[in-house]
């Protein structure tokens, strides 16, 4: 099993430029999440997804979208880039939120807006 | 709010120390989770807890539900163990918190040869 894959690693995007991170599990999880984290921050849940077709809004999801169209798969599309949004970005993967359950991240994506 | 505190932000160890990362939360929760994020950005679960003890080799979480608070212990520290230490926690179900976690800010440990 790969776990939880997610590209690019780093991207440089100047500002009002456009971009998706992909995200991908293969481990059959209901939910997935999308994280930044900031320097001396702890991470900030963007989006997350409880299934195919379900999203819904974290702490700070102003600038960016995502979607669910299958299990496996969830998107993070960054519109309109701004300085704000330089970051690291996580996407993580879950079975449940229940216990028992252990939460995989993705190796990590760090954007930077210029 | 709903909030994370965990304690020191940072922890400078000589090899061989018992270490302590401190972690304490609001309200109740469904689940606890310890978190180890290495240079180079990779996060890697530890533990999760929804009650007790639990032991994996060097290391041991533990919670008290009672007080809101969890700590995780390094006993016999190594370099390797150098790391910055994440406690985040899934609250109870209920209103736009469910199933959703929340995380501390992190401790920068740093263990000497």
């Known amino acids: 099993n790969a776990g939880v894959t997610q590209t690019p690693k780093f991207r440089i995007l100047k500002i009002g430029q456009s971009m998706t991170l992909q995200c991908t599990q293969d481990?059959?999880?209901?939910?997935m999440y999308w994280y930044r984290q900031d320097p001396g921050m702890g991470l900030k849940l963007i989006y997350y997804?409880?299934?195919?077709?379900?999203?819904d809004k974290g702490e700070v999801p102003n600038g960016y979208n995502v979607s669910r169209s299958t299990t496996e798969d969830f998107p993070l599309r960054l519109e309109l880039a701004a300085p704000s949004q330089t970051s690291v970005y996580f996407c993580?993967?879950?079975?449940?939120?229940?216990?028992?359950?252990?939460?995989?991240f993705g190796e990590g994506s760090w954007l930077t807006v210029v | 709010k709903n909030e994370v505190e965990q304690s020191p932000q940072n922890l400078t160890a000589q090899e061989g120390e018992f270490i302590t990362i401190n972690c304490s939360y609001s309200?109740?929760?469904?689940?606890l989770h310890w978190l180890q994020q290495h240079p180079g950005g990779g996060i890697v679960s530890l533990f999760m807890?929804?009650?007790g003890k639990k032991k994996h080799g060097r290391l041991i979480a533990t919670i008290n539900i009672q007080e809101k608070h969890s700590s995780l212990h390094i006993t016999a520290s190594h370099p390797r163990d150098s790391a910055v230490y994440i406690c985040?926690?899934?609250?109870?179900?209920?209103?736009?918190?469910?199933?959703?976690?929340?995380f501390g800010q992190g401790t920068i440990l740093t263990v000497h040869p």
């Open positions: 807890l929804s009650s």
């Open positions: 997804s409880v299934g195919a077709g379900i999203t």
């Open positions: 481990m059959n999880h209901n939910y």
């Open positions: 993580a993967s879950s079975y449940s939120m229940w216990a028992g359950n252990t939460i995989y």
């Open positions: 309200v109740g929760i469904s689940a």
């Open positions: 985040a926690v899934a609250w109870n179900a209920g209103g736009t918190s469910y199933g959703k976690l929340t």
